[in-house]
């Protein structure tokens, strides 16, 4: 066979490729030195400058185009006179008695200088609006520690920055950094307009996502107090995404700032404690919503005692360490003691718990209290009111009939509570769903018996058909599901009216629970005189700012919100104190004391006048002093 004959390939003719000649190399220099931006830009130009006034300066000298008669200068003079003559068009004005072969050179000089400043001048422009544009992106780091990150964006954020704010009123210089995948004026004129008063506090935006690990280190989250990660309202899967902000948070090992991350599905809760570890609280947004609703449900006025409790606007929750109760003091002298916190249970070595036995030693252990603030708080007992004992109810009834209840819409949350539901009743009662949409599978009941009946909730005669004078309990949940926020919230307001029409019409008291989407649709619920609105966004943003503050509120939250442990009640003031007496509160903690349940607030009637929401007095002084009448009751935590 014959040789092959030798072709030629790519490789073979880039082997063979001459060598770049000078003016390519040079070519070459100079694009990747423009490649460099304005800094680069604006040094050529500069030497362009110093070349061209070098070189008219040695063409006067060489030529002797300076007039006769005119002194002599040193070089570096010619420089500078040259330099007015290639920035200042005016310059040349001034050589009105040199001869014309200067003026000539002097003219050419301020042409070639004019495209060249004005090119200098628009390029330093240029530069500074892309600066400019570049600061407005928010793309430069966040020199902060001890600060708040919130991670993402959701309507919730306004809420959480408006508690926040409230929180950071005892911080020196206290800051929140804000970093999602949006604009940062935008997000800095929209958070502005929803939060217009800050007290204080200084809110910092970046944009960038969060998942990113270059655009998270903008929010220096490793030097921060706490992270918040919002579960974002937009995305087709946001649980996926909280789990890979998750990984980019823990990326760098199992030490930082404590995380509080939003959940919306159940079902991811493992997968993100698999990758929270133990400094990330996880929040199950519809676990939670749903034991609210069901709490709230079961008596008037509750939904405004655990807001009061949630929220940094009034009486919140510390954790007291330093108590200075006298060695072998009980649960039982701890309530007492104190006059503008109310001890609510303590944390032992078996961990929290709320409302323990009153003859519990408190020795050694840390009480959690309700009060205003955590300035309020000392480490001496400071009570001075005694608690009459001689006016302390006797009735010691409960109710534990058979209940009748109506739930009324459905979503997603609606499952949860229907469980829930079935934990607290009675056996034998019973449950209507009224929904305008197919639910989906119900789960198992051991106690309640469940009807349901498809049909629109907005209809006069099948609301008609089904409420009666006799229900302890009527739920209205929101379309989330199937409509947009205010599309729900504007059938769940139709619905209040009928309902709310129908019982007066009975002359029934029947409690009504309601569930809304936007808070500011709240103020349209109280037209319908509903006893209680559970928002669903503003509810999970304030358990979010309060555990980003403090993650011992995780146990809590969980056992005033659980079925396990103590929960709030709202009794007859009758079976504390003697009804028709004027008693201070402190013989209100005593009443309670003694049935093993303890005292937080009251309800009257005398206090609906608009300065307490539904006549709900939570945390009152010991001192403070009110007359029982019929229909007042005592908000208590208690295990039934």
Known sequence: ????????????????????????????QFDNSMSRGTPALIAWLCVTT???????????AIFRLRPTGDPAKPFFRDLMQNLFHALDPGTVAGDGDRSWQFLLTMLVLTIAGLFIVSALIGVIATGIDAKLADLRRGRSTVLESDHTVILGWSDSIFTIIRELTLANESRRKPVIVVLADRDKVEMEEIIRAKVPDLLGTRVICRSGSPMDLDDLALSSHGTARSVILLAPETSDDPDSEVIKTLLALTHDGPDGPRIVAEIRNPTNLEAARLVGADRTVLLDIRETVAKLVVQTSRQSGAAAVYTELFDYGGDEIYFLEDHGLAAGATYADALLAYELAGVIGVISDDGPKLNPPPETVVD???LIVVAEDDSTLRGEPDALARPDLTRLGTSFGFDDHPTRAVLIGWNERAGIVLRELDKYAPAGSGLTVVTSYAPDVLPPMNNLDVTVVQASTTDRATLEHHLGADLDQVIVLCYSDDLDVQAADARTLVTLLHVRD???????????????????????????HVDDVVVSGEIVSLLVTQLSEDHRLEAVFSELLGDEGSEIYLRPAEWY????????????????????????????EALSDGTSAFGVRVNPAKSETFR?????????????
């Open 50 to 60: 110093l070349v061209l006034i070098v070189a008219f300066t040695v063409i006067v």
């Open 364 to 366: 050694g252990c840390t």
């Open 628 to 640: 029982v009448v019929p229909g007042d009751r005592v908000v208590v935590l208690a295990e039934d």
């Open 1 to 28: 066979m014959g040789k092959p004959t030798e072709r030629s390939t790519p490789i073979a003719r880039s082997r063979h490729r001459e060598e770049p000649k000078l003016r390519e190399r040079l070519r070459y």
């Open 502 to 528: 129908i019982l007066a019409r009975m002359g029934s008291a029947t409690p009504v629970v309601s569930e809304m989407l936007d808070d500011r649709n709240r103020v349209l619920a109280q037209v319908a």
């Open 577 to 604: 104190v003697e009804p028709g007496s004027e008693v201070e509160f402190a013989t209100v903690v005593a009443g309670a004391t003694r049935r093993g349940e303890t005292a937080i607030g009251y309800k009257s």
